[in-house]
């Protein structure tokens, strides 16, 4: 993509950013986006907040930013996997006073924020669409393949879900001749979890239901403080109940300490992007989530599946 390519050598302090509560697809497509820019001659900075340690093992850490975001300015930001600005949190302000921004996404309820929209709903992943806009001027290296192929692992829940098409084969196949440990990968950042990540697990076992179509799970403020856990130990559970045979729409809720609620839904058949659309959130068709204020956990979770069994 010549644009991002010309945007990146004419700038002289780049930001890339990505969504709060970044998950494997958001950490790994902002730090492919700066190896990209490092292969450039420039040296970004990374606004991102804590994700889990599962990813250490991946290049480009060293250009996260930990200062304060008050004093930084940029003359191009570019953000990923990040359907709408608001999502950026507190880096927005960073984001609002560049002159050029790029946003570039692969989720359908993107609100194309950016200067320039490079957004592919059709895509697996952002890390699938960052490859896409750096693939004709960067070389593909072992160690940008890697970051690359992490995040599309994560993000297709190991080339399961519905998203993943014949270009997410085909690229994960370029990928995997750099040399890649796929295996390594794959058991680090999906299989592998820890012993909180377990109890997490249990807990919101306990508190699930499941009527013959939907699932749901939650965990309270209370649960987490008790097992010692963080929003980085819930990544699991809403895939997990999914599974549960029968199973058409799952709704995972968590509590903030802020008193807010996050919902989390995962669907087999069902476009639970319009009912988080509703809810002030997105996503995708068949994975999505939403911010809701104003209610307690439980009334979130019936007003959810009462929106699930309205498009049923």
């Keep these: 993509m010549n644009e991002l390519k010309t945007a990146i050598e004419n700038a002289s302090r780049i930001c890339i950013l990505t ?13 492919a986006m700066a190896l990209a820019c490092i292969q450039l001659g420039k040296k970004p900075y ?9 990813f250490d093992f991946l290049n480009g850490r060293e250009l996260i930013y930990s200062g304060d975001i008050s004093v930084l300015d940029s003359d191009l930001c ?17 984001f609002d006073k560049a002159p050029l ?9 993107n609100e194309g924020y950016g200067k320039v929209n490079v957004v592919n709903g059709d895509a697996s992943s952002a890390c699938e669409v960052v490859y896409e806009c750096i693939k004709d001027f960067v070389t593909l290296d072992k160690h940008l393949a890697e970051v690359i192929y992490t995040g599309i692992v994560t993000d297709t829940g190991g080339f399961r879900h519905a998203s993943t098409g014949k270009r997410t084969h085909e690229i994960a196949a370029k990928l995997v001749v750099e040399g890649i440990d796929t295996s390594f990968i794959y058991s680090t950042v999906l299989m592998e979890h820890s012993y909180v990540q377990a109890k997490v697990l249990a807990r919101a076992i306990e508190n699930s239901s499941f009527d013959g179509i939907v699932s ?15 929003r980085n130990d ?34 087999k058949s069902v476009n639970v992007n319009e009912i988080a659309s509703l809810l002030g ?32």
């Design 234 to 267: 819930l990544g699991a559970v809403v895939d997990y109940i999914l599974n549960i045979t029968g199973t058409r729409v799952a709704i995972f809720a968590y509590e903030r300490k802020d008193g807010l609620v996050k919902l989390s839904f995962r669907s």
């Design 281 to 312: 959130g997105g996503g995708h068709d068949l994975a999505a989530g939403a911010l809701v204020e104003g209610m307690d956990i439980h009334t979130a979770i019936k007003k959810a599946k009462d929106m699930v069994y309205d498009k049923i």
């Design 216 to 230: 749901t799970a939650y965990i309270l403020v209370s649960d987490m403080e008790e097992l010692g856990a963080d």
């Design 101 to 109: 921004t790029f946003n570039i996404d692969h989720h359908v309820s």
């Design 46 to 54: 990374i606004l991102i907040e804590n994700y889990g340690d599962e």
């Design 19 to 31: 969504h709060i509560s970044p998950d494997g697809d958001a950490v790994c497509s902002s730090l």
């Design 78 to 94: 570019i953000a990923t996997d990040c359907s709408n600005k608001e999502r950026l949190g507190k880096s927005v302000e960073v």
